[in-house]
Each structure stands twice: as C-alpha cells, then as structure tokens.
C-alpha cells in the first residue's frame, strides 16, 4: 500500500496536488534564493501553509502555491540580505502575468530588488557578467566573448561580485538608471533577443571605465 493510499482520501488528493507542482515550487525559490538548501526549506514551509490552508477560498492549487512558495522566498531573500550574508542577488525568470497576476506581482518586485542590489555594489564589468551569467545562464566562454575579456577574468570578476554582493558597501542609485536596466532585462527575457542587453552591458563599462580614466588624470 503507497503512503497516499494509507491517508484520507481529502489528504490524498492535497499531497497528489502538491507533489505535481513541486518542481515549479523548488525554481521559484532556487531562481530568488540561489540555495538549493534554502529553496528545500521554502517547499516545505510552503507545504505546511498548504495543509493548513482553508480549501474552500482556493480556486487555483497551482497559482496558490506558487504565490505562497515565492513570498516566502523573498522574506528569507529579504532576512538574509538585512544580515549580509546572500551570496548573489539572482534573478528571477519572468512570469506570465495574465495567467498568474499575484506571482508576476511577487516576482516582478524581486526582481527590481535584485537589479537594484547590483547596481548599489558592482562595478559595470561585475554587473555585466552577474547579468549575463546569473540571469541569463551565459557559460563563462561566451560571456567573456561578449563583453571583450578572458574566461578567467570573467571568472575572476563574478566571483569579486559575489564577495562585493556580501559585503555591506552600497552607492546611491539613480532611479532613471534603475529603471533602465530593469527595462533591459525584462525585455531580453521576454523577447528572447538578448543584443540590445549585450550591447548597453559592454557601453556601460566603456563608460565606467572612461570616468575611472578622467579621475585618474
């Protein structure tokens, strides 16, 4: 006898309906968290909720849990960065909003966290290479193909913005320039055409490295 069979038949049906979204429920908490230990956790809180959940007020199980799965990422994202001690701000995947309107809304605020922690503490080749490594899962050969460097300086650079990712430096913002590589990011991803991204990643460390020369002379 399987263990769905030796429960209630009102329990069977919560685990089945569990067990087939959990996959989704573990990538949504990887893509916030970058922990495969801390996205374990997450799944099983969401678990708890869910068995605890008032069925009658739930019209979509998917939706439900997924909404619960990435709050609760985002609150231990949230915890662990008001302690310093996330290793990288990853970037969620886009969502579809029509189908999902309170996991697009969820997502869609980790995201513009998460773009706005690499512009507090990377330099434009560190962002570059989180962007297009992180976000967009570039092999190392490529990214440093695109941005004009060596695979091992690419290497070097994502793991110096781990270590800045971690620390407590942070810089103002411009919320014109948040916007703007929010905006890129989001458009890469939806469309699927990633040179306009490219293009504005490689002209913003021209231009940091253009203002580190001014300083310097």
């Known amino acids: 006898m ?5 429960v209630s038949p009102s329990l069977a049906i919560d685990i089945e ?11 949504i908490a990887y893509r916030i968290l970058g922990s495969a230990a801390e996205a374990d956790e997450v799944v099983q809180d969401t678990w708890i909720r869910w068995h605890g959940a008032e069925r009658s007020t739930v019209r979509d199980a998917r939706a439900f ?21 996330t290793p990288m701000a990853w970037l969620p995947e886009p969502v579809d909003a029509e189908a999902d309107p309170a996991h697009a809304a969820e997502r869609g605020e980790a995201l513009e966290r998460a773009v706005l922690a690499l512009l507090e503490t990377l330099s434009p080749a560190e962002r570059a290479v989180v962007v297009l490594r992180e976000a967009f899962d570039y092999p190392y050969r490529r990214v440093a193909r695109v941005l004009g460097l060596s695979e091992p300086n690419a290497q070097q650079l994502a793991a110096r913005a781990r270590r800045h990712l971690a620390g407590d430096r942070r ?20 469309s699927g055409q990633l040179r306009a991204l490219e293009d504005m990643l490689v002209a913003d460390i021209r231009a940091g490295a253009a203002d580190v020369a001014r300083c310097s002379a």
């Open 2 to 6: 399987s263990t769905i069979d030796a």
């Open 17 to 27: 309906s569990f067990q087939s979204v959990r996959p989704r429920l573990f990538g």
């Open 65 to 85: 849990l997924a909404t619960i799965a990435t709050r609760l990422a985002i609150n231990v994202s949230q915890s662990a960065r008001e302690r310093r001690e």
């Open 171 to 190: 810089v103002p913002v411009d919320t014109t320039e948040h916007q703007r590589l929010l905006d890129a990011v989001v458009a890469a991803a939806q």
